[in-house]
DNA sequence: GTCTATAGCGCGATAGAC
DNA sequence: GTCTATCGCGCTATAGAC
């Protein structure tokens, strides 16, 4: 079915981006992947804008609703906060092989992107930033965090904290790097 | 002459890679903004790859002699931190345009570059978090920073930090909200 | 050292059969 | 919806004149 196809190669597309780059694929390599020809997937998306704005679209909207549902729940802030940091280290730890977040990779390509994308990757950026800052605001006013400044920039320095250690733990130590600067990061607003 | 050729070639190559990525640009792109034929860069660097290298090891070596000066001066922890901020502000706030850490961009399109870059780029990030980590337990043992948790783990935190910092700093809020984030660690970490 | 010219390839995208 | 075939382009890299 149309649907089917149509998410596969969503899922291709996206474990290679989050892997290489968009700008390191082709409709080639997505091809391989998924059992078609490569022609055949212009008629899924266009031109590779398209599929880049369809992919980025899943992407934060899957991932923002992920985060929400940490934000709902009934939990003491620092395991919203770890929870929320396994979000970022389920990718790392992906079997297929080590990815980044999505818009980690994207935001390094920015400058060879068009502009919707660009605005779909700062929206993603903005409001990551702006939970994580909820988070902690949260978690201070419980008394289960403690931390000097406003909670505005702390959760925009764990957001960007998170970014970087995926892009330099998967260069070197993988997951259990990544998860010893997150554990070093919540040292930091114990009280 | 031929030095001033080349070193203009790497200033080019060095500055573009820091902007779109490795992935995004040619030599076409290099030619255009060094008076150059496209075949006539091939003369100095017969591959990219060769490029590549080149820009990555006179990058690493410049700026891990920048570290090190900090390093070696006589200054209380917080304001050799405050420098080596610096160091990575310096890129955002090129007039040439929004750039980031060289090494951090690699670092994305780490899958699509060859191994002897990649052993560099490693080696970029284990000599940062050291270096990071000696101003941190210097600091501590002075009195002059508090943090709990191991001073090497800080050390990575704080260089993962800022390169993430410089990612998302770069697609919204530039320079300014890189230095926003930059003061609230110095924050989590003041006695 | 730098040039012109070009080989050879992979790319994104389209046309048209089925 | 998927296929085969192909166009036209930009790329890395090389050859050979100057």
Do not use: W
């Not at 998306?45 to 980025?56: G, R």
């Amino acid at each position: 079915m149309a649907r089917d196809t149509k998410a596969a190669i969503l899922d291709v597309a996206q474990d290679l981006i989050q892997t290489r780059g968009a700008n390191a694929i082709s409709y080639r390599h997505i091809s391989e992947r998924v059992q078609i020809r490569k022609a055949s997937l212009h008629y899924h998306f266009p031109t590779k804008a398209h599929l880049l704005e369809a992919v980025l679209a899943r992407y934060c909207g899957t991932f923002l609703c992920l985060v929400d549902d940490i934000l709902g729940s009934n939990e003491p802030a620092a395991r919203k906060l770890r929870r929320y940091i396994g979000l970022f280290d389920a990718a790392l730890r992906a079997e297929a092989g080590a990815k980044i977040c999505l818009c980690g990779m994207l935001g390094a390509e920015l400058a060879s992107l068009e502009s919707p994308a660009v605005a779909q990757i700062q929206r993603f950026y903005r409001q990551n930033a702006e939970r994580v800052a909820r988070i902690l605001e949260a978690g201070r006013e419980t008394g289960d965090l403690r931390f000097a400044g406003e909670a505005k920039s702390l959760g925009l320095l764990l957001f960007s904290l998170l970014e970087g250690a995926m892009l330099v733990a998967r260069a070197d130590g993988g997951s259990k790097r990544f998860r010893r600067v997150a554990e070093q990061f919540l040292l930091l607003v114990r009280p």
